[in-house]
Nanobody, 123 residues
Framework: QVQLVESGGGLVQAGGSLRLSCAAS????????MAWFRQAPGKEREFVAA????????AYADSVKGRFTISRDNRKNTVYLHMNSLKPEDTAVYYC????????????????WGQGTQVTVSS
């Protein structure tokens, strides 16, 4: 099974940038679609972005479209989330997850959550 470890979070001022990484163990990383989710205090976990197995197709939540970019490197078993123009409302714990069923852009069916990485955006 693929295990996931997120990193790269931190404290940044509004308008700044961060790059999150999610490293996966195991030899089957390229068989999974990957996604990023986030959970702010007192709120439910929400979908942020997803990428298909090859990395050729991506999907984004409307709230991050144009500011965030998801990418993956199957040679390094890693998925990334490049976050630009950060806003205070982006503050949350960010999680990556995997999915081996069809419909990478459908947020339902993702699992294998990592421990998350905290992103805090100050105003």
């Amino acid at each position: 099974q693929v295990q996931l470890v997120e990193s790269g979070g931190g404290l940044v001022q509004a308008g700044g940038s961060l790059r999150l990484s999610c490293a996966a163990s195991g030899r089957t990383f390229s068989t999974y679609a990957m996604a990023w989710f986030r959970q702010a205090p007192g709120k439910e976990r929400e979908f942020v972005a997803a990428i298909n197995r090859s990395g050729g197709s991506t999907a984004y939540a409307d709230s991050v479209k144009g500011r965030f970019t998801i990418s993956r490197d199957n040679r390094k078993n890693t998925v990334y989330l490049h976050m630009n123009s950060l806003k205070p409302e982006d503050t949350a714990v960010y999680y990556c997850a995997r999915k081996n069923t069809i419909g990478y852009q459908d947020s339902v069916g993702y699992n294998g959550w990592g421990q998350g990485t905290q992103v805090t955006v100050s105003s």
